[in-house]
Every structure is written in structure tokens, then in C-alpha cells.
């Protein structure tokens, strides 16, 4: 497994700006995901992230409102774009560490105004 | 496209009512079956994960079952502290990530 932390736990956002969520994993990892977990919802995948390539986004997401940066094998940054209410959500980042299991992190609850 | 549903949307016990989760897939080459623990507040928690047919994998009073078609969730005698939202999601096709259904949220009430 991995130990999985999140910045920031929770934000209150306007309308029309950015934020950006940091995901750090205590061992180095290949693949890294984020997912979205709107009210009532199911857990959606936005993106893949590898190092040392672009990520690989799902349909329905794209890199402008979702940009990724994954600089090293630990670290992993999701940043919401120009934000609206329907961002309102939870961003979960996760990992696998060899097999086909991810592993979640404890997830970013964002609230846009 | 890959879809899992899962029944029922929600489901309460009371203390050492045994039951059953239900999760029906959708899936080109299944690579894995996994459910997952989810506490208010916090990130999914990984419980197990299912290759085959019949295969089946147990951990204190949850035990997890696959067939071709849909995955149980088998909850024996449960506890307060068991009531949690149970996911279920799946891996295949040419995907790397998990696909998952809206989850079933649990009340084990004592």
C-alpha cells in the first residue's frame, strides 16, 4: 500500500478563479489518477498522470480547465481552472504501487461561490 | 464502455443482521474487481480485489464473491462501526483507470 496525503483538506472558492490541490505519496509510484466525487455520485476518473510524460485525460476532461503537473515520482498537482459552481466536488488522488490495486488519498472537498 | 451498478443505493441492519451488496459489471477484459471502504469525510479504502470466477477473498466479517456478471458483498453479524458507503469498481478494457459504481451506503444500527 502507500500513504497518501492531499493539500488543501477543504477550500471555499469564487467563482472564476484557480486552485490547485498537491498530492505527495510516501514512496516512489508510476502511475498516479485523479478522480472527481460529486454529490450523490460515483467516483469519475479526470486524468492519468505518469512522469516524465503528459497526462492522459478522460473524455469529458480537458487539460485547460484541468491542467496536471507530475515533476517526480512522489509528487502530483491537479489544478481546477476558472472555476463555476458544478466544480463544487471532491478530488481524490491515487496511486497503484505494482499491482492493479489504487490506493486512494484522503481526498479535497471543494466548495466554488 | 464499462458500467457497474450497485444494489441497493442504501441499506440498514441492526446489529448482527447479516446481508448482501450487490455489484453488477459491464466489462471488456476484466483485470480486477475491486471494493472499497468509504467513511464520510475520507478517501476510499481498499478491501479487495477479485480476478476470476469464483473467486472469493474474506477479511473479519466481510467476505467478497465474483461471478462472470456481478460481484457480493456478504456482510456477516455486522457491528456499528461496519456502517460505511461500500464501493465497487472494476479495471479492464484498455483503461487505467477504475471505473466505479455509485456505492451502497450501509447503517448497521445497534
Known amino acids: 500500500s502507500a500513504v497518501i496525503s492531499q493539500k488543501p483538506s477543504r477550500d471555499i472558492c469564487q467563482r472564476g478563479t484557480s486552485l490547485t490541490i498537491q498530492c505527495q505519496v510516501d514512496s516512489q509510484v508510476t502511475m498516479m489518477f485523479w478522480y472527481r466525487q460529486q454529490p450523490g455520485q460515483s467516483l469519475t476518473l479526470i486524468a492519468t498522470?505518469?512522469?516524465?510524460?503528459?497526462?492522459?485525460?478522460e473524455s469529458g476532461f480537458v487539460i485547460d480547465k484541468f491542467p496536471i503537473s507530475r515533476p517526480n515520482l512522489t509528487f502530483s498537482t491537479l489544478t481546477v481552472s476558472n472555476m463555476s459552481p458544478e466544480d463544487s466536488s471532491i478530488y481524490l488522488c491515487?496511486?497503484?504501487?505494482?499491482?492493479?490495486?489504487?490506493?486512494f488519498g484522503p481526498g479535497t472537498r471543494l466548495t466554488v461561490t | 464502455e464499462d458500467q457497474v451498478t450497485q444494489s441497493p443505493e442504501a441499506l440498514r441492519l441492526q446489529e448482527g443482521e447479516s446481508s448482501s451488496l450487490n455489484c453488477s459489471y459491464t466489462?471488456?477484459?476484466?483485470?480486477?474487481l475491486f471494493w472499497y471502504r468509504q467513511d464520510p469525510g475520507k478517501g476510499p479504502e481498499f478491501l479487495f480485489t477479485l480476478y476470476s470466477a469464483g473467486e472469493e477473498k474474506e477479511k473479519e466479517r466481510l467476505k467478497a464473491t465474483l461471478t462472470k456478471k456481478e460481484s457480493f458483498l456478504h456482510i456477516t453479524a455486522p457491528k456499528p462501526e461496519d456502517s460505511a458507503t461500500y464501493l465497487c469498481?472494476?479495471?479492464?478494457?484498455?483503461?487505467?483507470?477504475?471505473?466505479f459504481g455509485k456505492g451502497t451506503h450501509l447503517i448497521i444500527q445497534p
Open positions: 469498481a472494476v479495471f479492464g478494457g484498455g483503461a487505467d483507470g477504475l471505473t
Open positions: 491515487s496511486v497503484t504501487t505494482g499491482g492493479n490495486e489504487q490506493y
Open positions: 498522470a505518469n512522469q516524465g510524460s503528459e497526462a492522459t485525460y
Open positions: 466489462v471488456s477484459g476484466l483485470r480486477g
